[in-house]
């Protein structure tokens, strides 16, 4: 099927944080919807059967509880695909965003989704109902290609989001299309976390997944394309990933991925945004990628002369590593109960610092959430000190093969080369209980090959 996703540079409000008239919120938000009018309009053009927006890109972000109350629009919470916003627009007040999405699938024959901001009334009297007397929720909606609302989804792990409410229970959503099957939904911060994303998925043998986000990248493990890609390679799904662009606050990647191959943007140097389109296989059955047929030898060895470990912070962790020297070795790292191994050899030897670091604990900041990860990093610098800094260039090609005693299932393999690109691993999966990745020759300079776990029950 061919799929779309568009990576918005949203225009904002100079104030989020003022008391603004309806009126003059439907006026801001009317110029975003603008733009998403132009790029459904060029997607269906190029034969998009489906078009995915990013988080926050209506109505942008910084509001407080109050200051986002004009932005809102009510949607009502359902799986009934009753209604159809633009050909019903009189049945419920305040709906002007989504009769504006609904007409566009509608004049275009597009399955379209997006992310808005919605209110919805609560008695005081009702447990969780907020003081006054509304939930607000971030909002994925999923509208036909006739304009009915199919299903919507209420994020559930907010990220520093005041100006909204977690829903009483994660959202289990998912729609139908006749192109390829249902269609999973979640957003931005939830794709770390087992509610809803891996429940959903597991519970409804999903094989595409739509994903809203706005992504502040987080190198070495946790960039945009990094993720996204590593999360279709773990669960076997095609995801259609739509960020916000937004370099000077670090956002931008966006993505069409299936477990074999990604159509990506990400770009901190222009402004604009970017409307990516593929054609990409309906993943019907469990499909092994590679998993089955490797030689992967998980040996023992490495710890003859392993070099001197240290310690450094990356992504706020405390990650314990050992320096990879010289052109080729074997080395180990342990922490806790994770020990992560590696060999390797390089083609050519550079004055690049890589590093083989393992963390096994509780990550603390900006959420909590318990990682297991063995990471194999180019340093930012040549001392020990500068391992874990943020890198995007590196010219080392290296040969690998990258292994820990993971006990997690939950492993995304996460292979990111020079200029932010990504590349495939020839082989992972599971062997003697360990979880391995293995590449000969990357296609560019290496930045970082991981194995990033989640162990989903010590959160």
Request: a negative charge; charged letters at 15%; proline letters at 6%.
């Amino acid at each position: 099927y061919v799929a779309a996703v568009y990576e918005h540079e949203s225009i904002l409000s100079p104030n989020p944080a003022a008391l603004v008239e309806r009126r003059s919120a439907l006026e801001l938000m009317g110029r975003n919807l603008d733009i998403y009018e132009q790029q459904v309009l060029a997607a269906a053009r190029q034969g998009a059967q489906i078009i995915v927006f990013p988080e926050d890109g209506i109505h942008g972000f910084n509001f407080t509880r109050s200051s986002i109350y004009p932005y809102l629009d009510f949607v009502p919470h359902s799986h009934s695909g009753k209604w159809n916003p633009c050909r019903e627009p009189y049945l419920f007040n305040d709906t002007e965003v989504i009769q504006r999405l609904s007409c566009m699938a509608l004049k275009n024959k597009i399955f379209l989704v997006a992310n808005l901001g919605t209110k919805q009334p609560c008695a005081r009297s009702d447990p969780g109902c907020p003081s006054d007397g509304r939930f607000q929720f971030n909002t994925n909606v999923a509208l036909a290609a006739d304009g009915a609302l199919l299903a919507t989804y209420r994020k559930h792990n907010l990220y520093f989001e005041y100006a909204f409410d977690t829903p009483p229970e994660p959202d289990h959503a998912f729609f139908d299309t006749p192109f390829a099957g249902k269609f999973g939904m979640f957003t931005c911060f939830d794709i770390l976390f087992f509610e809803p994303a891996v429940n959903l998925i597991k519970q409804y043998n999903l094989k595409q997944i739509v994903y809203p986000t706005a992504w502040m990248n987080q190198l070495p493990l946790l960039s945009a394309v990094e993720f996204q890609q590593g999360f279709a390679t773990a669960f076997n799904v095609n995801i259609l990933a739509a960020n916000i662009h937004h370099p000077t606050l670090g956002m931008t990647g966006s993505g069409i991925y299936t477990p074999v191959k990604s159509f990506i943007y990400h770009n901190m140097e222009s402004y604009g945004g970017k409307l990516i389109v593929a054609e990409i296989p309906v993943i019907t059955a469990d499909y092994k990628t590679n998993l089955e047929k490797t030689p992967g030898r998980v040996s023992e060895k490495g710890k003859e002369q392993s070099p001197p470990s240290f310690y450094a912070e990356m992504m706020y962790d405390n990650f314990t590593f050992v320096p990879v020297w010289g052109e080729k070795g074997e080395l180990q790292v342990c922490a806790n109960t994770l020990c992560c191994y590696l060999d390797y050899r390089r083609a050519v030897l550079t004055d690049e610092l890589y590093a083989l670091g393992v963390f096994d604990g509780l990550h603390t900041v900006h959420g909590t959430y318990y990682v297991q990860a063995c990471a194999l990093v180019k340093c930012g610098g040549l001392s020990f000190s500068t391992c874990g800094q943020e890198v995007t260039d590196a010219t080392a090609l290296i040969d690998f093969q990258l292994w820990g005693n993971m006990s997690t299932p939950y492993i995304f393999p996460l292979l990111l080369t020079s200029g932010i690109t990504l590349d495939f691993a020839d082989h992972m999966g599971w062997k003697n209980n360990h979880y391995f990745l293995s590449k000969n020759r990357t296609s560019s300079g290496l930045l970082t090959a991981a194995l990033y776990g989640r162990w989903y029950e010590k959160d």
